[in-house]
Structure formats: C-alpha cells, structure tokens
C-alpha cells in the first residue's frame, strides 16, 4: 500500500450536505493512515480568512500534496479551481462520487485522473479504500 507525503481530499464546501460533512469525515478517518499530513473540506470550513487568504492557502497546500481525493458528488466551481491547479503541478487525482453522479468530461479527460470510483454509501467507501489507493 503507498504511503503519501500529504493528502487533499477536495469537495464542496459552500453548498456542503449533512451528508457531505459526514463523507468529508469518513474519507479523513479512512485516509489518515495512509499519509503524514492530510487536508480536507472540513478544514478548509473552519477557516476564518478572507476570499483571497483562502486562495493563497489552497493553493499552498496544493503545492504540498503527493495525491488528491476529488469527492465529486456535488458540483463546485471552487473545487474545479483546485483540481486544474493540481494537474498542472502534476498532481495525480482519484475521484469519488456517488452513483449517478455527473461529473464533467473535462475533468474526467485529465490525464491527472487516475481512478473514477463511485460509491452507494459510506460503507463502500469504508469498505473500498485499499482498491482505491491500488
């Protein structure tokens, strides 16, 4: 099993579910193992800065990662931003989404995207994770 540097897991955040902060949680607590530093929406919620310090933050932290988790269920220009950063820092990117989930085909002809894997519930995703990171 690889061992990343660091971590960005990627979603929505200013339309975020219930139901996304809980997958935000699930990925957090079922990738931590496999890295030394791992970044996530939840964190990037609890930040008080302002519009241009959250940028410049993003895109540091971006700068520091090995390997990028797009959760993709729900549409989010901001986490489109992210993921054409990383593919420019070469940034290999796994996505995940719930079933039935439209994700666009400009993201998905990245070269970056390395897996598309799509998931009914938080128990797939719990019970998935070593094939996701294979």
């Given amino acids: 099993m ?3 540097k660091n971590i960005m897991i990627t979603g929505t955040i ?3 579910s219930e139901d996304s902060l809980k997958i935000y949680e699930i990925l957090v607590k079922e990738f931590q193992k496999y890295t030394e530093k791992l970044y996530s929406p939840i964190d990037t919620i609890k930040f008080k800065g302002t519009n241009e310090e959250m ?8 700068k520091e990662t090995d390997l990028v988790i797009a ?6 220009t901001g986490q ?12 290999p990117i796994i996505i995940v989404a719930k079933n039935g989930s439209k994700i666009s ?4 002809g990245s070269p970056k995207i390395k897996k ?3 998931y009914n519930d938080i128990d797939d995703i719990r019970e998935n994770v070593s094939n996701i990171l294979i």
Avoid: C, H, W
Wanted: hydrophobic share 45%; proline share 3%.
């Fill in 14 to 16: 200013t339309t975020a």
């Fill in 55 to 62: 940028y410049k933050r993003v895109m540091k932290l971006l």
């Fill in 116 to 118: 598309v894997i799509f």
């Fill in 2 to 4: 690889n061992k990343f």
């Fill in 71 to 76: 959760e993709m269920s729900s549409p989010s």
């Fill in 105 to 108: 085909s400009t993201v998905l």
């Fill in 80 to 91: 489109g931003m992210e993921l054409q950063e990383a593919v420019r820092l070469d940034i």
